[in-house]
T-cell receptor, first 113, second 114 residues
Framework: DTAVSQTPKYLVTQMGNDKSIKCEQN?????MYWYKQDSKKFLKIMFS???????INETVPNRFSPKSPDKAHLNLHINSLELGDSAVYFC????????????FGEGSRLTVL | GDSVTQMEGPVTLSEEACLTI???????????LFWYVQYPGEGLQLLLK?????DKGSNKGFEATYRKETTSFHLEKGSVQVSDSAVYFC?????????????FGRGTQLTVWP
């Protein structure tokens, strides 16, 4: 059983399109995250949800909209895709925040042409 | 603000060589420190952690000691294997925060040749 699963794993699309990435965790964690990893492997947090409530929103363009229908799911919708959105997007989860240990999905590689 | 600085790669070693990847941090509180590893095509996974000064984290032959006096958490391994080839990330979490936010370094690519 995959603990944190993301779909799709690969996404190739044209500029201007809208796309979504889905994430599900079966660890019973109450906090979920989206991270963006650029071509140089730099990881930057985008959003964090705790029990369906947005708690971190790191100066991400409004074109990015996370949605958490329940605490096991956190989806990422991106409108009007731009070339600079090409990256690997990682979903992660953790239990509370005290230990700081995150469990990551395998990533979704988005390529915008 | 809180931040992590780790040595730039790539690092290329022969099998059985010694490894050190330097990591220093800046934090206002008392952070917990982590090393995460990312194998090719996979997500990050926790390699080891230390939650207070002088703690030593260890796993799979890797070690790192939380040094408050030098604000460092260097990753070491005495004898690397080809299977250790991956990207290694140093990270910190402010224990004063309940959000589980991690600040990552920029990652160090390690390649081990047979």
């Amino acid at each position: 059983d995959t603990a944190v699963s993301q779909t799709p794993k690969y996404l190739v699309t044209q500029m201007g399109n809208d796309k979504s990435i889905k994430c599900e965790q079966n660890l019973g964690h109450d906090t979920m995250y989206w991270y963006k990893q650029d071509s140089k492997k730099f990881l930057k947090i985008m959003f964090s949800y705790n029990n369906k409530e947005l708690i971190i929103n790191e100066t991400v363009p409004n074109r990015f909209s996370p949605k958490s229908p329940d605490k096991a799911h956190l989806n990422l919708h991106i409108n009007s895709l731009e070339l600079g959105d090409s990256a690997v997007y990682f979903c992660a989860s953790s239990q509370g925040g005290v230990t700081g240990e995150l469990f990551f999905g395998e990533g979704s590689r988005l390529t915008v042409l | 603000g809180d931040s992590v600085t780790q040595m730039e790669g790539p690092v290329t070693l022969s099998e059985e060589a010694c490894l050190t990847i330097n990591c220093t941090y800046t934090a206002t509180g008392y952070p917990s420190l982590f090393w995460y590893v990312q194998y090719p095509g996979e997500g990050l996974q926790l390699l080891l952690k230390a939650t207070k000064a002088d703690d030593k984290g260890s796993n799979k032959g890797f070690e790192a000691t939380y040094r408050k006096e030098t604000t460092s958490f260097h990753l070491e391994k005495g004898s690397v294997q080809v299977s250790d080839s991956a990207v290694y990330f140093c990270a910190l979490s402010d224990r004063g925060s309940t959000l589980g936010r991690l600040y990552f370094g920029r990652g160090t690519q390690l390649t081990v040749w047979p």
